[in-house]
């Protein structure tokens, strides 16, 4: 048994960390290795939640307020990144811990920043099993943020439980400003900033959002009210509550109704698909046919080749070569 | 020889018709004969002219002026379709010829409307086979139009030789709704509606463009004065004549500079990467392949197999499996 497995149990942050570095890993033993800890972990109950906001939204100052929230009351709490943008920057989100700097010296919290990455596809894999191991070492709660950039929130939302949006206080016209797709897989947009002189302006933005989720058909599945809008304010606290109060009543509806474990047998499913694509595809990357694609592509480019009679040449060596 | 082949050469436009329903068909029998007949046709020169404008700007009224300023010419004109939305529609652009009711009529053109498609990866590789039956059947100048749909600008600008987008008189605002990933992919933009009461707005609306385009890097292999914005009427035919001068001026350059041949081979080489990578996909869909991961789909979906497992069962059997 992996040495790993029974501290990652009993909750232990380091071996956390240890584990996740290995399931980021692309060496083919560690790769080995992560697979055998993952079969091996048990299931554990847990709330999954994905939270998308636009840069200076507050985003950190809210999950450091949430996040203390949920700990205040007895829970763990995982946060995660999935930044698709961290791969050009060579930088991450989350990578600067100060950014939460209480919610990360809290024992009862995790904070793993966003792992530079190539592919959307490479960082939905890894981060899926990145809360995995957080749920096997008792983070009952998993907060996955992401950057509103392309595909991320898709994403995030296919690996979650429930999605909320963060958005600032704005003006009517700026509505529209948020892309349709996204408003509709939020089950909750949080308008942050609702304190001091922003604070009417914030409960506008609220109605205006209510206004436009409400004509958005309603999800079948989902409670009355559902979804909805609410004014929050990360630097008070107000709202928090509330907040999460509607998130566990969503959740807790959605469990009595079967619909929470649909979802994640759905998601479940994606994911085993999209693994078999990208490993499938991934053949493709092994030097040997790495070369012979640039011949071919050529002689293709030249017009010396059919581009069907190339690609066959490159499909009937991938049948010859070894597993 | 494929009995096609000859009336093909011959310009003919019913054996066109013939050979790109054989090239839209998804039987095997139809796909290999479709293999063998592309195989056998020389490349002609031609130009390719990709055309974006969303609906209500006058794309067809356009095309129908345009085609037949070129006819007039002297040339022989196909006119093309990408329309990813048609597979969730059922409908398709260009599926009413009435749209180009004279152009239709036209010996020297050729329309073809948009098939209803599943994949948009699919529809770019139909659409590449049917641009080189049109210019094996003597068409020197193929427009391919689409929607501003998604992805499928790109898609269209990735298999031709220039990039047109076409678009309505605005007011200064509106520029930013056009998005800026379009704005680089075009080489020429059109201002349509230069006529009557909306001339003077066209021609501001150009001006504002013309502003844009100049805040944006000017491409490497470009001449000077390239992207540029153009009005134009597609009712009156002003500016039609002067927008074809610019576009083969710009033509012309590339050929000269080598850009041409360069974009081209670029397109035939990526346009093989994707057959490859969409091939080696459909191995999945097999039937009993596609029954094999429903399977084991469920298995995963109940916790009962874990994600990778699972796909290292698909592939084992894909690779037992004769080809």
């Not at 380091?14 to 060496?27: F, K, M, N, V, W």
């Not at 939905?124 to 191991?133: F, N």
Request: overall charge neutral; charged content about 25%; glycine content about 10%.
């Amino acid at each position: 048994m992996d040495e790993l497995i029974e501290p990652l149990l009993a909750g232990n942050r380091r071996a956390l960390s240890r584990a996740i570095t290995l399931i980021e890993s692309s060496r083919e033993d560690h790769r080995a290795r992560a697979s055998a800890l993952l079969a091996a972990l048990p299931a554990r109950a847990s709330l999954r939640i994905g939270l998308s906001g636009t840069p200076g939204v507050g985003k950190s100052t809210f999950i450091e307020a949430f996040g203390q929230m949920l700990t205040g009351e007895g829970a763990r709490v995982a946060v995660l990144a999935v930044d698709p943008s961290s791969a050009r920057s060579g930088g991450s989100i989350l990578g600067d811990k100060t950014r939460m700097e209480r919610l990360s010296r809290d024992p009862n919290a995790f904070i793993r920043p966003s792992p530079s990455q190539a592919q959307l596809g490479g960082v939905a894999r890894r981060t899926r099993e990145t809360v995995q191991l957080c749920e096997a070492a008792g983070f009952e709660v998993v907060l996955i943020e992401t950057v509103g950039v392309g595909q991320s929130e898709t994403l995030v939302a296919d690996m979650t439980d429930l999605f909320i949006l963060l958005l600032a206080p704005a003006g009517g016209d700026e509505l529209q400003g948020v892309k349709r797709g996204i408003m509709e897989i939020a089950d909750l947009i949080l308008v942050n900033k609702a304190d001091g002189d922003l604070e009417a302006q914030a409960r506008r933005t609220v109605a205006d959002y209510a206004g436009a989720l409400r004509l958005l058909r309603k999800r079948p599945g989902d409670p009355e009210g559902f979804p909805k809008a609410l004014p929050v304010s990360a630097v008070t606290g107000a709202g928090l509550a509330r907040a999460w109060e509607d998130m566990q009543a969503l959740a807790d509806w959605r469990r009595s109704s079967g619909e929470f474990e649909r979802r994640r047998a759905d998601q479940a499913r994606r994911a085993f698909e999209a693994e078999l694509r990208g490993r499938l595809l991934a053949r493709l990357e092994r030097p040997a046919i790495r070369a012979l694609v640039g011949d071919l592509g050529a002689q293709v480019a030249a017009g010396d080749l059919a581009a069907p009679d190339a690609a066959t040449q490159v499909l009937a060596r991938l049948s010859a070569e070894p597993e």
